[in-house]
């Protein structure tokens, strides 16, 4: 079987340049992510996960080293190009949900296609509309990011990293802001969609978490210490049914 | 993005922050709607000043005398003795581009006709001054070149003096009134002309042979004034050089010598008159524009804060796929949606102002087309002006530090 590969990272390094001072955030990262993996990014703050994250979400771009996306260098593309490939190759997931404020649900999904000329309003609605259901908020199109609870917001913001069908998820602390229960509602629709197929790379630094993903890179100190397969990956949804049913609801 | 779903974004986002969009949008709007007013009463004033000088003839040349001897103490033009019959004659011999002539002497004092009266001025004239001044009979007739030539004592009235005179709506002709101690048989009437743009009354007159008038009541052999009239408007430069070579024949003045007469055509008037209207009307709108800078200066203030307000939105714009000109276009969309709206409610204002002006301030006012283009355009150039900088900023932004902005 060929494997699809979606990432290629080798020997990547991230230099900051602080007045007279170079700060070093990635000295040499090396690792690949197949299509369907369900990876977990851990390290502790100043392991570098925040550099390694907008490296690999097409924000930024390594000082050395290689990052092809889905075959694609990213060295060699302009401000623009890289806009591009964020529009159509990458669904971000952000700790705060970074929904449009006063807009609806259906128009902060549709967000990312109104930035891709190639689709028009009636597919792009469409497209929202199979967005949400898969994220089963069939019945909140019009509902703001107000009116909704965290995780139904993290819910829409998943919706929206969806709707472009990208070859890769990108989720960065997207359980932080959300308690346990919640946390486990969204790792259940992450394990979910990877079983249809998607990749996804989780950032986190909650162990708990990571036991959910079949994979897991461990940063610290800017390097790799650490890159091992789950073999006793847990099921979100069992975690949840085992969860004691709380007052609070 | 596509244009269009720009241009919705825009006004949703107006939408959002109404009060803040209209008083942004202040600025422009009274910009606009001032130099809109201003224009269209400048272009108003200078219409009817157009229009009444019009009316008092486009050809009509005035001849005044004139000293400009150093020296002594000078009087007032009209009381010169310089102008008599003899030039009448001159002129009349000599002058190809002059159609008619007629000599003024004038002098007021009281009319009456059995208990009423009315203070007046009296007009001698020749029968042309009608013609020259556009002045037309009513009812009767004018007094002939006869009655001219024999002084006779007829007269012909204004419509002020008609109803001052004949309060109870007497019919004049034939009546025999009196300026000062002259009888004179009234022979006709004249339309009513109205107020004059300096505020005279033009209706308030009696007209009579200058003969008369000179024999019975000035006393003189002066004229206060003489009227002629070019044989085209084209002709009245050629007609004044005449009038001035003619008139220094016959007063007998030597070279180098100033004239003792002045020469003045409707032309020029109109031309001095108009260019004061022009000059109070740049200078009104000059004042207006200042208005639209610092309006603009309004929309670069509040796009700056709105950019800086919405810095995650920007960068979140930016992770999901925004170009930097997709974010340039949002921003400056907004701000020109800011300035045209503000434009449209500026034109529809300044066009109520110029159609209520007219009856509380009874000031004349015609909006042109002209204003209302120019001012919309100074519109859209003042909201990309003034929106693009803030567009900029924002298109240039980093999206990782856009993304952590708190």
Known sequence: MIVNKILEIHDVKREFVMGDQIVRALKGVSFDVNAGEFLTIMGSSGSGKTTLLNMLGCLDKPTEGIYMLDNVNIKDLSRDELARLRNTKIGFVFQAYNLLPRTTALENVELPLMYNPAIGAKERKDRAIAALEAVKLGDRFDHTPNQLSGGQQQRVAIARALVNEPVMILADEATGNLDTRTSYEIMSLMQDLNQNGKTIVFVTHEPDIAAFSSRTVMLKDGRVVKDTQNTKRRSASEALAGLPVSDDY | MKIINLIRLAIKALQRNKLRALLTMLGIIIGVASVITMMSIGEGSKQSINASLASMGSNMITIMPYSNEPGGARMMGSSLKTLTSKDIDALKAGAVDIAEISPLVNSSGQSINGANNWPTSIQGVSPEYLDIRKLVVQDGIIFSDQDVRSSAKV??????????????????????????????????????????????????????????????????????????????????????????????????????????????????????????????????????SISLVIGGIGIMNIMYVSVTERTREIGLRMSIGARGIDILLQFLIEAVMISITGGIIGVLLGITAAIVVPSMLNWPTVISEFSIVISFLVCAITGIFFGYYPALKASKLDPIEALRYE
């Open chain 2, 155 to 288: 007269c012909l009235l204004g419509k002020t003096v008609v109803d001052n005179l004949f309060p109870n709506g007497d019919d004049p002709i034939g009546k025999i009134i009196r300026f000062g101690k002259i009888p004179f048989q009234v022979i006709g009437t004249l339309v009513p002309k109205g107020t004059s743009n300096f505020g005279q009354d033009q209706d308030d007159i009696i007209i009579a042979p200058y003969t008369t008038v000179q024999k019975r009541i000035t006393s003189s052999i002066y004229f206060n004034q003489v009227y002629a009239s070019a044989t085209s408007e084209d002709a009245s430069d050629a007609a004044v050089a005449e009038i001035n070579t003619i008139l220094r024949a016959s007063h007998r003045l030597r070279e180098g010598q100033d004239n003792d007469f002045q020469v003045r055509t409707q032309a020029e008037l109109m031309t001095m008159m108009n260019s004061t209207s022009s000059m109070m009307t740049a200078l009104l709108t000059a004042v207006a």
